[in-house]
C-alpha cells in the first residue's frame, strides 16, 4: 500500500526545514560535480535503528543498492539529511528507507517502508 503525501512543509519542523534548506542550497555546487543523486539510507527495528553515511551516484534514478556511488565526501550533509529520516522508523516491527535528493530537480524526498507483523486464523471443526 502507498500513502502520498505532497506538499510537506507544514510538516516539517523549524529543524527539518533549515535542513531541507541546506541541502537545497547545495544543488548547484553537487550538479557541478555530476552528481545527480544524494541519498542516505536507514533501517532499523527493536527500537534501535542506523542511518549509513550520506552517498553521492551520477546516475539516470536512485534505487537503494542498484548504483555504485560515486567517490565524492559529502560529510558536510550528514546532519542535515538525519535531521529529515523519520522519527520512530525503528520502533516495534520497525522501518526502512531513503532520504534523496534529486539534484537537477531539486526536490527531496523521503521513502518510509515499515515492517509489521501479521498473522491468519483458520478454524475447523474435527
Not at 113 to 126: H, K, L, S
Request: net charge negative; aromatic share 14%; with cysteine.
Amino acid at each position: 500500500m502507498e500513502n502520498n503525501v505532497t506538499d510537506s512543509n507544514e510538516l516539517l519542523s523549524p529543524e527539518q526545514i533549515a535542513a531541507k534548506v541546506a541541502i537545497l542550497a547545495e544543488c548547484e555546487k553537487l550538479a557541478n560535480a555530476g552528481i545527480t543523486f544524494v541519498a542516505v539510507h536507514f533501517d532499523g527495528y527493536g527500537d534501535d535503528g542506523t542511518t549509513e553515511q550520506v552517498k553521492c551516484y551520477e546516475t539516470e534514478w536512485y534505487a537503494y543498492g542498484e548504483h555504485e556511488p560515486m567517490k565524492y565526501d559529502a560529510w558536510y550533509l550528514q546532519e542535515h539529511f538525519e535531521a529529515l529520516v523519520p522519527f520512530g522508523y525503528e520502533n516495534d516491527c520497525g522501518g526502512f528507507g531513503d532520504v534523496v535528493l534529486d539534484v537537477s530537480g531539486r526536490k527531496l524526498a523521503v521513502e518510509r517502508n515499515d515492517r509489521f507483523e501479521d498473522y491468519t486464523t483458520t478454524t475447523y471443526e474435527v
